[in-house]
Structures are given as C-alpha cells and as structure tokens.
C-alpha cells in the first residue's frame, strides 16, 4: 500500500543539473521526515539530503551549496534539485521515509550518472 517512486534520473555532463522526484503514495510526506541516500557500486550507502515534516532540511558537506531538497505537500511529491554535478554524484538515488513506530519506506531507486 506505501510506497516511493523515484524519478528524474539520467545522464549528465559534469557541471550540469538534475531534478529527482520521489512521489509517495499510501501516507503523507508531509507527517515524516524524508531523505535522500545515494549509492556507488562497492561503496556504502550515503545520506545526501533530509528534510523534516516541519522543513527543517540536512546536508552532507560534499553537496551543500550545489543540492536542494523540497517537498510539495499537494503533490504529495519530495524533489531533489542537483546542480553543479560531479562525477563523485554518480550512483543510485534512493528516497527514504522515516516513520516513527512504522518500518522505513524505501524507492526503487533511480541512477543518476554523470561524465567527465
């Protein structure tokens, strides 16, 4: 019943941008804090971006300044705007809701590469 669909993937020269989209049905996004991980391949999963129910909003240091995290209640929609990409971005993008007493919401995820 809930789910995540992430979307907006794709290839990218370096210094270019992307919007991923991670459209959840079956709950509200608005009630959960929401995030976005990504992954290389042979490496650890990462939180990139977070974004509280209040909007309160997290970073990581290597895409703070170049990643914007949003959220669209009416849509019921969170967005991952990327600009300035860096090859270090490629990997898998997978969005995450976090609800307290309920188990995590993962996405399928969705590749995001970019070239030199």
């Known amino acids: 019943q809930v789910q995540l669909v992430e979307s907006g993937g794709g290839l990218v020269q370096a210094g270019g941008s992307l919007r991923l989209s991670c459209a959840a049905s079956?709950?509200?996004?608005?009630?959960?804090?929401m995030s976005w991980y990504r992954q290389a391949p042979g490496k650890e999963r990462e939180l990139v971006a977070a974004i509280s129910g209040g909007g309160s909003t997290y970073y990581a240091d290597s895409v703070k300044g170049r990643f914007t995290i949003s959220r669209d209640n009416d849509k019921n929609t969170v967005y991952l705007q990327m600009n300035s990409l860096k090859p270090d971005d490629t990997g898998v993008y997978y969005c995450k809701a976090v609800r307290p007493l309920r188990y995590d919401v993962w996405g399928q995820g969705t590749q995001v590469t970019v070239s030199s």
């Open positions: 079956g709950f509200t996004v608005s009630s959960y804090t």
